[in-house]
């Protein structure tokens, strides 16, 4: 009895032991990136109406100069992705009210944009504001980048 016991507790032991060494080096890869500079991260915001969810991710990490977004949109009360819109970016920086222009908008389906040619031209604060209308639907999604 004592011997059975034992043994199903060395097993139980074995298999914790077993996910613990498969999650730890997927962890400490995610540390040690994190620590070597700024990461790719993915915003999601409310349209100021209420109508639509926009979800940007940046296309690589953030720079003074050219950068490239995907941007994903929903409407928000059913949650389906809005395909067939019609975008309109702003991209400026609020304290010095200046603009940048040359943006692209590349639609991918399933609700996916591709944003092209967003000029953030110098360190500081910066606005990326998408206008969107959709058929029926209408919606304006701002997102704030502070750029080193
Ligand atoms: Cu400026």
Redesign the pocket.
């Known amino acids: 009895m004592i011997f059975r016991r034992s043994t199903r507790a060395n097993v139980v032991r074995g298999a914790a032991y077993v996910a613990l060494s498969l999650a730890l080096p997927a962890a400490v890869g995610c540390g040690s990136s994190s620590e070597e500079g700024p990461a790719i991260e993915t915003v999601t915001v409310s349209g100021a109406l209420g109508a639509l969810t926009c979800t940007a991710t940046p296309e690589a990490v953030l720079a003074q100069g050219m950068n490239a977004f995907s941007l994903l949109l929903s409407d928000k009360a059913t949650g389906a992705p809005v395909d067939g819109a019609s975008i309109e970016v702003t991209t400026w ?1 609020p304290s ?1 009210s ?1 603009y940048t222009e040359g943006e692209q908008v590349m639609p991918m389906g399933e609700g996916a944009y591709h944003i092209e040619s967003v000029s953030l031209v ?1 360190a ?1 604060d910066w606005e990326v504001v998408y206008a969107i209308t959709s058929g029926s639907l209408n919606d304006t999604c701002t997102f704030e980048y502070p750029i080193p």
Request: no cysteine.
């Open positions: 920086m010095m200046h110098m500081g």
